[in-house]
């Protein structure tokens, strides 16, 4: 969790301060409304994600790292949890209708099945 508040706090920092610089370049030539703001923010955006690949690199592998650490560790719950469950089951148990099986009866009705196989 703290790598993914590192990150995410770092790509924040870089959009701000990518947007700021844009904002003080361009600021001059045009006049500041909310089409020029949004242009400004879709800019920055582009280009703190370019940059952010480069700089923000040993910050993305670390969050990389740290969730493939936690899903390997909820596969080896969701493992354990399925061997435990499979534990449960008895191979050799007894039907469920208490070991009775049912027959089909002769249709001559004399109840000698074996005899007519």
Partial sequence: MRTFVL???ARLAL???TFGLIW???NRWL???T???LYTAIIAMIVSSIVSLFVLGSL???FA???AERAERAKAAFEARRAAEDDDVVPDAPPRDGGASVRPRSLDGDGDDAAQQ
């Fill in 35 to 37: 089409v020029s703001a």
């Fill in 24 to 26: 003080l370049v361009f």
């Fill in 65 to 67: 790292v740290h969730v």
């Fill in 15 to 17: 959009f701000a301060a």
């Fill in 60 to 62: 993305r592998e670390a």
């Fill in 31 to 33: 006049d500041w409304s």
């Fill in 7 to 9: 990150y995410t706090l």
